[in-house]
């Protein structure tokens, strides 16, 4: 399966959503980027502003990885009143996956550690993925199940990966998330983005550049106008060193 630039195209942690690869050897991805509006799971993590976000992901021939990611954020208008918001993401996570290249299918297994620097932010989860490719380099399919076991919280995605020729491709990724608290209201969300990828083999080897479309059908809290957005067009600048 090939590299996609699924890092430029949805930045943030949904690039966990990608189709599984094994390296012949190890290998070590560094990145760093802005996105015009952190969008995680339909919804603005840095109150509909710019973010700047990095990463570095170690994967071994044996089909195992880890990595790390950072971001600004702004979680102010999730808090209860006198609690304070987050402003730093740091999301640690490790995995193991593999690829029978023959069929064109993958599965992944992992565990992700999201951190802030407020506490009550904070969410783990376990995630198992499946991959498939079933048009050779053109089209390329993810599905990927998130469980937050200490909020009981249960998250289906997909993304479906189109190369629609000159270097340019097409994401489309759909999601809903499932609340185990009958007070909470369960919501979707769909991302449609377009972009491509730049070889430059310079300190930055490649440049991705993506526009991006959002929207959810969360319902806007009560009395609070500036936490949730239904229709967002947001921008993704990502280099990998």
Do not use: C
């Not at 195209?9 to 189709?19: A, E, H, I, K, N």
């Not at 992944?108 to 999201?114: M, N």
């Not at 990927?144 to 189109?162: C, H, I, P, Q, R």
């Not at 500036?226 to 990502?238: E, T």
């Amino acid at each position: 399966m090939k590299r996609q630039f699924t890092r430029g195209l949805l930045l943030g942690m949904s690039f966990v959503l990608t189709p599984v690869t094994v390296q012949a050897a190890d290998s070590l991805d560094a990145y760093a980027g802005l996105v015009t509006d952190y969008l995680f799971r339909g919804i603005s993590l840095s109150e509909n502003r710019a973010a700047i976000q990095a990463g570095a992901e170690y994967r071994h021939s044996t089909g195992m990885y880890t990595g790390a990611f950072i971001s600004n954020v702004n979680t102010d208008p999730y808090q209860l009143p006198g609690d304070d918001g987050s402003r730093v993401e740091l999301d640690i996570y490790a995995g193991f996956g593999q690829e029978l290249a023959s069929l064109g299918f993958g599965w992944d297994v992992g565990l992700i550690a999201y951190r802030y620097n407020q506490n009550q932010d904070n969410v783990d989860e376990a995630y198992v993925s499946g991959s498939f490719d079933p048009w050779k380099e053109h089209l390329s399919l993810v599905v990927k199940v998130s469980y937050d076991w200490d909020n009981k919280n249960l998250v289906t995605e997909a993304k479906g990966t189109f190369d629609v020729g000159k270097g340019f491709d097409v994401v489309l990724s759909p999601g809903y998330v499932r609340f185990d608290d009958k007070a909470a209201e369960d919501y979707g969300f769909v991302t449609l983005g377009a972009g491509t990828s730049f070889e430059i083999k310079n300190i930055i080897e490649t440049l991705d550049l993506a526009i991006n479309y959002t929207t959810t059908d969360k319902d806007q809290e009560p009395d609070n106008n500036r936490n949730l957005v239904r229709d967002s067009w947001w921008l993704s600048v990502v280099a990998h060193f």
